[in-house]
Antibody, heavy 121, light 107 residues
Framework: QVQLKESGPGLVQPSQTLSLTCTVA????????VHWVRQPPGKGLEWMGV???????RYNSALKSRLSISKDTSKSQVFLKMNSLQTEDTATYYC???????????????WGQGASVTVSS | DIQMTQSPASLSASLGETVTIECRAS??????LAWYQQKPGKSPQLLIY???SLHTGVPSRFSGSGSGTQYSLKINSLQSEDVASYFC?????????FGAGTKLELK
């Protein structure tokens, strides 16, 4: 059964760095890409970035200077780090699997439950 | 970035009714469009990709159509479990972007 689960601190102080972990089960990170998507309270979805099965990454240009995504394949974990957090970064952060449809990227067929992050002093 | 304009922002419909949600892209996205359903307090779930391909396990009352810059999601015979927010997403451009969402409620 495909599962993804985000973990990390619920509260981060302004200007600090957010670190989140996505632990996956039921599939291999060597075969599937994993995305990060966030959703501010009561608002829409924003794609943040992706780590390819090969280990390469691609980021939303609006976040690129602050964002880093990496993974430990042996532990089935994907990591998100974002620095210089501000109150507008308050959101639920999701990791999601790319189903790897032929020729299609950036579609997400399985999502974690989400990690709620509040940026506040 | 490609802008996705979704309408309506909210919608109230009766059980058994047919509902249509629209999404307009700021430029041609060549059917690179997906639809997601997000129930209250839950994660989004993929419904449709490639504008009209039904994701595995999604009920056949959901369908997608469109081309160019105009796309739509249709729900036939609305069920109570369809109460949710619906988001379109363009992935033609790697800077993929989502619509603002449509909140569907029961009348």
């Amino acid at each position: 059964q495909v599962q993804l689960k985000e973990s990390g601190p619920g509260l981060v102080q302004p200007s600090q760095t957010l670190s989140l972990t996505c632990t996956v089960a039921g599939f291999s990170l060597t075969s599937y890409n994993v995305h990060w998507v966030r959703q501010p309270p009561g608002k829409g979805l924003e794609w943040m970035g992706v780590i390819w099965n090969t280990g390469g990454t691609r980021y939303n240009s609006a976040l690129k200077s602050r964002l880093s995504i990496s993974k430990d394949t042996s532990k089935s974990q994907v990591f998100l780090k974002m620095n210089s957090l501000q109150t507008e970064d308050t959101a639920t952060y999701y990791c999601a699997r790319d189903p790897h449809y032929p020729g299609i990227h950036y579609v997400m067929d399985a999502w974690g439950q989400g990690a709620s992050v509040t940026v506040s002093s | 970035d490609i802008q996705m304009t979704q309408s309506p922002a909210s919608l109230s419909a009766s059980l058994g009714e047919t509902v249509t949600i629209e999404c307009r892209a700021s430029e041609d996205i060549y059917n690179g469009l997906a639809w997601y359903q997000q129930k209250p307090g839950k994660s989004p779930q993929l419904l449709i990709y490639n504008a009209n391909s039904l994701h595995t396990g999604v009920p056949s009352r959901f369908s997608g159509s469109g081309s160019g810059t105009q796309y739509s999601l249709k729900i036939n015979s609305l069920q109570s479990e369809d109460v949710a927010s619906y988001f379109c997403q363009q992935y033609y451009d790697y800077q993929n972007t989502f619509g603002a969402g449509t909140k569907l409620e029961l009348k």
